[in-house]
């Protein structure tokens, strides 16, 4: 079995910077990559980036590309994303979740990722 959790939520004022840990625990052999997905109220979840354990090869949604980074650190089996120029728009709950089979193809869709966090809340403040 595999936990993931998330941590690194809080309120910032536009134009702030948070970042983001998840942790991935337990058979963390068996999965290849760890994505990030935000939903905010009232609206559908939205991929926000992906990252492969072994080759690193990262994927972000076309809303956060530039101003978002997601890395890991294989080591302690924690994904980061790091959130800059952030903008009202970015509030929501932030899930990591970890994958089996992530791949280019799949990167993109929940699908390919089994086990999921609870979620971090943030919150941008104009």
């Known amino acids: 079995q595999v936990q993931v959790v998330e941590s690194g939520g809080g309120l910032v004022q536009a134009g702030g910077s948070l970042r983001l840990s998840c942790v991935v625990s337990g058979r963390t052999d068996t999965t290849n990559g760890v994505g990030w997905f935000r939903q905010a109220p009232g609206k559908e979840r939205e991929f926000v980036a992906a990252?492969?354990?072994?080759?690193?090869?990262?994927y972000y949604g076309d809303s956060v590309k530039g101003r978002f980074t997601v890395s890991r650190d294989s080591a302690k089996d924690t994904v980061y994303l790091q959130l800059n120029s952030l903008e009202p728009k970015d509030t929501a709950v932030y899930c990591c979740a970890a994958s089996t089979h992530l791949n280019y193809y799949n990167a993109y869709e929940p699908r390919p990722y089994s086990y999921w966090g609870q979620g971090t809340q943030v919150t941008v403040s104009s």
């Open positions: 990252i492969t354990w072994l080759s690193g090869n990262t």
